[in-house]
């Protein structure tokens, strides 16, 4: 079993930055993916990022290349989602979640077997 917990969300204006991280515990010893997922009211939820083990391979959709890194601290069991230069479409809640099954893992939201409860992230323009 492993447990996310996220944090960092809020509200800031466009152009702003916030950081959120994510802390996992419980199964934190093995080699895992981690991902950045996000939902935006009325809409689909959708994959922002993913980082593999040890953290040497990163994956962004589009939308976020360039403004959003990814990271982690395998020491600590976090995972960090820095978002500079924000935008109202960024508006969303944020979830971190982790694929067990792969040091790798993919975009998809199948792949991934265990997920924080998320945290809000709120863009004003």
């Known amino acids: 079993q492993v447990q996310l917990v996220e944090s960092g969300g809020g509200l800031v204006q466009a152009g702003g930055s916030l950081r959120l991280s994510c802390a996992a515990s419980?199964?934190?010893?093995?080699?895992?993916?981690m991902g950045w997922f996000r939902q935006a009211p009325g809409k689909e939820r959708e994959f922002v990022a993913r980082i593999s083990w040890p953290g040497r391979f990163t994956d962004y959709i589009d939308s976020v290349k360039g403004r959003f890194t990814i990271s982690r601290d395998n020491d600590k069991n976090t995972v960090t989602l820095q978002m500079n230069s924000l935008k109202p479409e960024d508006t969303a809640v944020y979830y971190c979640?982790?694929?067990?099954?792969?040091?790798?893992?993919?975009?998809?939201?199948?792949?991934?077997?265990?997920w924080g409860q998320g945290t809000q992230v709120t863009v004003s323009s």
């Open positions: 419980g199964r934190t010893g093995s080699r895992y993916a």
């Open positions: 979640a982790a694929d067990t099954g792969s040091p790798i893992s993919g975009r998809g939201q199948n792949l991934y077997d265990y």
